[in-house]
């Protein structure tokens, strides 16, 4: 791109790693997967990669090494190469048979400088040099077994999944989540020697926890790498206690500094927390063609921000042996269709009546470019119509082919418009507009009494109640919308019969979902999940806080949303 943007930021970046990858092995992390599948798309590694018998692996440390017929390996990773990545990546390496290795993070080395706890002043003076990745080369090929063998480590800023020109996200940050009042306590607590904090607005760089701060520093780090890219000066503007401390971090980022003083444009950046939007996450006031979609199709597996698409009415594979269908997801990125990128974008920035005309006229278009036998039909749009124009393209490989991408679109519309979710939408909103009415003209209270009769085990539930976990989301949209309010002896007991009532259902629910499972901790692994980000942070293997979690069910999950103008 001529224009230095979000996309051509992502894009330029893979192209430093594709330059790497020719007859690799290739290991991704989730994040970096997920930033290649917003970004270029996996067809576009597998090219990069040139080898008919290519290898993508997901870097866990279950992995499957490297046989003699694979000497290259290249690990491309979000993350510090610190801790249990360095360990992972030996487990990998020792168990292979490689005799090259490119290590790839998305950390600056500045941040390595930090974390292996090197001062400032120290730091400053290896500016230029790069000690950690040198000595992680030595190790890499000690692990190979031959200190003549190759390995390189280096710094690529895969921060964003790019989801739209001016609309990007940070998958490897979904976890981090402001900070809450209980964590005021959690930091009392790992600092008994020192003054104790009162409230949020004491908290700052020097009260937090050593690994939220590198967390911090990694997502700084990347920030600092797109505001060169875009050559800008950046100034920074907070709105919330955890975004006062990254945007501080972010001034006084060492590299960033020195960025500052070449940089010819200027750019405001305004960081705010998730926390002062809890409405906006779990509302049904949105009247988005997309917001409905990612709401109720079920999440791509290792994604943070896409969903699966079922194909099987259009590209049905019978499978001889089992005698199943089986087929490959649909999803939402289409980096490589033109076509489908700009019906993308028009659903992100349409809202829903003008997004679902404008799948149909995308549809008839290229039906009518494929010679398909269309039949034209004016008026509502519905999803038995959108079905028939999708069935057209469903015998002929070639136009299957020439328009992939908006069909796995035009299917994830119809889906999603005939899903009992979709149905439940208005009941959402009717429920929601009528608890703002009570909250306005009567105490909390009484509006948990109205909300009570609603909470219902699974045996006496139909289909138009709520689940336990819908339940939630309305009891945090009432929290979130009440503002201040007395605490009175009424509602400590309405508050207790709702608490008393939704352990029951919980109790007699014959499988938690996911989300409950770790809310609750009732998962197998543990019994108790994480309460804030700081104990996300400190408790494997939970991902980020249930907080977070409730406040966006069913929703995509990241920590920074990066829009540019």
């Not at 909300?451 to 336990?468: A, E, F, G, V």
Request: hydrophobic letters at 40%; one cysteine or more; aromatic letters at 6%.
């Amino acid at each position: 791109m001529s224009t230095p943007g979000v996309l051509s930021f992502t894009q330029q970046a893979w192209e430093q790693v594709l330059a790497k990858v020719k007859r690799a092995v290739v290991y991704l992390d989730a994040a970096c997967a997920e930033s290649l599948h917003w970004g270029c798309g996996s067809s576009r590694l597998l090219e990069a990669v040139g080898n008919s018998a290519c290898y993508l692996r997901e870097f866990e440390p279950a992995a499957v090494g490297g046989g003699a017929e694979h000497p290259k390996a290249v690990f491309v990773l979000s993350c510090l190469l610190k801790g249990r990545t360095v360990e992972t990546l030996r487990d990998i390496i020792c168990r292979s048979h490689f005799q090259y290795c490119v290590v790839v993070t998305a950390v600056n080395h500045a941040v390595h400088l930090t974390a292996n706890h090197v001062p400032p002043a120290a730091a400053a003076e290896l500016e230029g040099q790069q000690p950690v990745f040198e000595q992680l080369e030595e190790k890499l090929c000690e692990w190979m077994g031959n200190m003549n063998y190759t390995a390189e480590v280096l710094h690529v800023p895969l921060l964003l999944a790019p989801a739209a020109p001016h609309l990007a996200l940070t998958p490897a940050f979904a976890s981090l989540f402001p900070l809450l009042p209980q964590d005021v306590h959690i930091l009392n607590r790992a600092r008994p020697d020192k003054r104790r904090l009162g409230n949020l607005a004491e908290v700052d760089a020097t009260t937090l926890t050593p690994e939220l701060l590198l967390t911090i520093r990694c997502l700084v780090s990347g920030l600092s790498s797109l505001c060169e890219h875009l050559g800008v000066r950046e100034e920074c503007f907070a709105v919330g206690s955890l975004s006062r401390i990254i945007a501080a971090d972010l001034a006084n980022f060492a590299p960033a500094k020195n960025r500052r003083k070449t940089a010819t444009g200027r750019a405001s950046v305004v960081f705010v927390d998730r926390t002062l939007d809890l409405t906006g996450a779990v509302g049904h006031h949105g009247d988005n063609l997309v917001e409905k979609i990612l709401s109720v199709l079920p999440q791509l597996p290792g994604h943070t921000n896409d969903v699966m698409v079922n194909m099987v009415e259009l590209t049905a594979l019978q499978a001889e042996e089992e005698n199943q269908n089986i087929v490959a997801p649909g999803c939402l990125a289409q980096s490589n269709d033109p076509a489908a990128k700009a019906l993308w974008e028009a659903l992100l920035n349409t809202k829903h009546k003008e997004a679902v005309m404008e799948v149909r006229r995308h549809l008839v278009e290229a039906a009518s470019r494929e010679n398909l036998p269309i039949k034209m039909s004016m008026g509502r749009v519905t999803p038995g119509q959108l079905t028939s124009y999708i069935h057209l393209f469903k015998n002929n490989l070639k136009a299957l082919r020439n328009h992939c991408g908006l069909l796995q679109l035009g299917l994830a519309t119809v889906q999603t418009l005939k899903h009992l979710q979709t149905a439940k939408w208005d009941n959402f909103l009717a429920f929601e507009r009528l608890l703002l009415q009570s909250i306005g003209e009567s105490t909390m209270s009484v509006v948990l009494n109205q909300l009570l009769p609603m909470i219902k085990p699974s045996n006496q539930r139909t289909n138009d109640d709520y689940s336990p976990e819908e339940l939630l989301v309305l009891l945090i949209y009432i929290y979130s919308v009440s503002g201040e309010f007395s605490v009175d002896k009424d509602l400590g007991e309405g508050e207790e019969k709702v608490k008393k009532a939704l352990a029951q259902v919980f109790c007699e629910e014959s499988e938690l979902s996911p989300l409950l499972q770790k809310i609750t901790g009732v998962d197998g692994i543990s019994r108790s999940g994480p309460r804030s980000s700081l104990e996300a942070l400190e408790t494997v293997p939970y991902p980020g806080s249930p907080t977070y979690q409730k406040t966006t069910l069913n929703k995509p999950s990241s920590s920074t949303v990066v829009r540019t103008q």
